[in-house]
């Protein structure tokens, strides 16, 4: 149980370019995603937290505007990183926490390795 | 807000040695302590946890101690074997909290066979 994928693994795309990238809870329902990243040899910073149905919380200095998440139900959170530059270039991980298995606990994605050229 | 800290960044040790690698952290009010393991180009993946109602816990090869006094907390693995080899984070929050937990920089430990 508490399986979370995420799609594609692996993306490159231009410089301007928007890149989505989906978050799915495979066997439980995630009433709250996180969305993280990570630079190489380095740990992972909190980007946003994604509730269902409502506006995610980034944490700051995290565009908002630049960093978009939806959340639209309870099994899949979206990230889409809007006119993509080469230091956007990075590890992206979403997890999600599912109360039944572990009440504190959180779930990761296998991640999204983005490249912007 | 929280902040953890995690030593050593790097450990080598042979295989069938043990493997000790310590955080700590700064927030009183932190009481659930997970520990994750990374492999390259994957995700992070629980592998313990404990909460702060208990000093240790164990799973086979694996044990988590904590010092909720000093406010810090070790992961053990006993009989490294090289499939160990992987960065380990530890991180602390606060239950039932969504967004406050923090991890720390990680440990890359290498099993040499």
């Known amino acids: 149980g508490a399986v979370v994928s995420q799609h594609p693994s692996w993306v490159i795309c231009k410089s301007g370019t928007s890149v989505k990238i989906e978050c799915r809870s495979l066997d439980f329902q995630a009433t709250t995603m996180f969305w993280y990243r990570q630079f190489p040899k380095q740990s992972l910073m909190l980007m946003a937290t994604s509730n269902e149905g409502s506006k995610a919380t980034y944490e700051q200095g995290v565009e908002k505007d630049k960093f978009l998440i939806n959340h639209a139900s309870l099994t899949l959170s979206t990230l889409t990183v809007t006119s993509a530059h080469p230091e956007d270039s990075s590890f992206y991980i979403c997890?999600?926490?599912?109360?039944?298995?572990?009440?504190?606990?959180?779930?990761f994605g296998p991640g999204t390795r983005l490249t912007v050229l | 807000g929280e902040n953890v800290e995690q030593h050593p960044s790097t450990l080598s040790v042979q295989e069938g040695d043990s493997a000790v690698i310590k955080c700590t952290y700064s927030?009183?009010?932190?009481?659930?302590f997970p520990w994750y393991k990374q492999e390259l180009g994957k995700g992070p993946q629980l592998i313990i946890d404990i909460r702060s109602n208990v000093g240790e816990k164990k799973d086979q090869r694996i044990a988590v101690t904590l010092n909720k006094t000093a406010k810090h907390f070790s992961l053990h693995i006993t009989e490294t074997q090289p499939e160990d080899s992987a960065v380990y984070f530890c991180?602390?929050?606060?239950?039932?909290?969504?967004?406050?937990?923090?991890f720390g920089a990680g440990t890359r430990l290498t099993v040499k066979p």
């Open positions: 997890s999600a926490r599912d109360p039944q298995v572990r009440r504190e606990g959180q779930f």
């Open positions: 927030d009183s009010a932190s009481n659930y």
């Open positions: 991180a602390a929050s606060t239950s039932g909290n969504n967004n406050d937990m923090r």
